[in-house]
């Protein structure tokens, strides 16, 4: 199985920025895709990439050699404010594999 651990949350100040590390390891590839999702109370888990108010504000990069993908968060809002998880979709299956999440607290 495929194993998902993310890490790097906490409390930030609106406007300030934060980098959250998603780290893969088990029966896959250092180089495969991962995707990142959020989810705030009381709404849907959401593709982070598919949320009008995150626009340009967030990147994705990756260490091969670390199996770890980072989603690098700037100019954060109250609203980002949210459980961040990494995400792995099997393309054989379309099975999903999720980390625990990681709590991003946007707050002053």
């Known amino acids: 199985q495929v194993q998902l651990v993310e890490s790097g949350g906490g409390l930030v100040q609106p406007g300030g920025s934060l980098r959250l590390s998603c780290v893969a390891s088990g029966s896959i590839f250092s180089t495969i895709v991962i995707t990142w999702y959020r989810q705030a109370p009381g709404k849907q888990r959401e593709l982070v990439a598919r949320?009008?108010?995150?626009?340009g504000r967030y990147t994705i990069s990756r260490d091969n050699a670390k199996s770890t993908t980072y989603l690098q968060m700037n100019s954060l809002k109250p609203e980002d404010t949210a459980v961040y998880y990494c995400n792995y979709r099997d393309p054989r299956t379309g099975m999903d594999y999720w980390g625990e999440g990681t709590l991003v607290t946007v707050s002053s």
């Open positions: 949320i009008p108010s995150v626009g």
